[in-house]
């Protein structure tokens, strides 16, 4: 489905994370794929891409420098000439932004998860327009239902409201050069990101209740591949979605089960 695709893949820190799963896919669906970290965690990208076959190259980027921003696209461009797609699994929010603190988080904070969360998937599919450009291509960004409001996820969830709004400008602009921007509204999976968010082993019960075809929050398998559709030719006619991977819980009005009850009350 991706062979002779060439992709970057952004926020593979370890081996549980859904950016690792969904390059370790594209590389069993034929892509050839370079890894993107920076500072401190580089090392802990390096070696989770041990785990990858053939070992992929990472590559600095920061995606709130502008210098690395420009570095990345003159490595892609001198080593391939072209890109077919990214992945765009990239998110942050400072303690202070999460928890239950919404009312009390400070402006810089709320500010620095938009810019790092939302704003980053603008520059990044900027940054790769021309090299994608000439044959097409595929942005996907990893997504949390951000229509309704979540205990403790508080500006992140701003955030990505932020980040879908930004997928469906991007869709308007970079449509006429030929690239798709898409999103993947996961259920909760259990991540190191997901750690540090308080409250996430409740959020990720309620998931287990709900979703009508249950949810197994230890397996980003269904995540990685509804990445791999998007960035596959398959999915050529599909902009500004969000494909919500997370076993139909989005859909439901209600607990699974609250009907049944219902009608176990006897009528007065």
């Given at each position: 489905?991706?062979?002779?695709?060439?992709?970057v893949?952004t926020?593979?820190?370890?081996?549980?994370?859904?950016?690792?799963?969904?390059?370790?896919?594209?590389?069993?669906?034929?892509?050839?794929?370079?890894?993107?970290?920076?500072?401190?965690?580089?090392?802990?990208?390096?070696?989770a891409a041990?785990?990858?076959d053939?070992?992929p190259?990472?590559?600095?980027?920061?995606?709130?420098?502008?210098?690395d921003?420009v570095?990345?696209?003159?490595?892609?461009s001198?080593?391939?000439?072209s890109?077919?797609?990214?992945?765009?699994?990239?998110?942050?929010a400072?303690?202070?932004?999460?928890?239950?603190?919404?009312?009390?988080?400070?402006?810089?904070?709320?500010?620095?998860?938009?810019?790092t969360?939302?704003?980053?998937?603008?520059?990044?599919?900027?940054?790769?327009?021309?090299?994608?450009?000439?044959?097409?291509g595929?942005v996907?960004?990893?997504?949390?239902?951000?229509?309704?409001?979540?205990?403790?996820?508080?500006?992140?969830?701003?955030?990505?409201?932020?980040?879908?709004?930004?997928?469906r400008?991007?869709?308007?602009?970079?449509?006429p050069?030929?690239?798709?921007?898409?999103?993947?509204?996961?259920?909760p999976?259990e991540?190191?990101?997901?750690?540090?968010i308080?409250?996430f082993?409740?959020?990720?019960?309620?998931?287990?209740?709900?979703?009508p075809?249950?949810?197994?929050?230890?397996?980003?398998?269904?995540v990685a591949?509804?990445?791999?559709?998007?960035l596959?030719?398959?999915?050529?006619?599909?902009?500004g979605?969000?494909?919500?991977?997370d076993?139909?819980f989005?859909?439901?009005?209600?607990?699974?089960?609250?009907?049944?009850r219902?009608?176990?009350?006897?009528?007065?």
């Amino acid at each position: 489905m991706l062979n002779g695709k060439r992709l970057v893949m952004t926020g593979v820190l370890t081996k549980d994370s859904i950016a690792f799963h969904a390059a370790q896919r594209a590389q069993e669906l034929g892509a050839e794929i370079v890894l993107s970290s920076f500072g401190r965690q580089r090392r802990m990208t390096e070696r989770a891409a041990k785990g990858l076959d053939p070992v992929p190259d990472v590559l600095e980027l920061d995606v709130n420098s502008e210098a690395d921003l420009v570095a990345l696209h003159e490595e892609l461009s001198g080593r391939w000439g072209s890109v077919d797609g990214v992945l765009h699994a990239i998110a942050f929010a400072p303690p202070d932004a999460l928890g239950g603190n919404f009312l009390t988080t400070p402006p810089d904070s709320a500010a620095q998860a938009f810019l790092t969360s939302a704003y980053s998937l603008k520059s990044l599919s900027e940054s790769l327009l021309p090299l994608m450009e000439s044959q097409g291509g595929g942005v996907v960004g990893l997504d949390f239902d951000a229509s309704v409001a979540w205990p403790v996820y508080d500006w992140m969830g701003v955030a990505k409201a932020a980040l879908e709004a930004v997928s469906r400008y991007l869709a308007r602009d970079l449509g006429p050069h030929g690239v798709r921007v898409n999103l993947v509204s996961a259920g909760p999976i259990e991540t190191l990101a997901a750690g540090g968010i308080p409250g996430f082993e409740q959020l990720a019960g309620t998931w287990r209740d709900q979703a009508p075809l249950g949810w197994d929050a230890a397996d980003p398998g269904p995540v990685a591949d509804a990445v791999c559709f998007l960035l596959s030719d398959l999915a050529r006619g599909i902009s500004g979605e969000i494909v919500h991977v997370d076993g139909g819980f989005h859909a439901m009005g209600a607990p699974m089960g609250t009907a049944d009850r219902a009608e176990s009350v006897p009528a007065s």
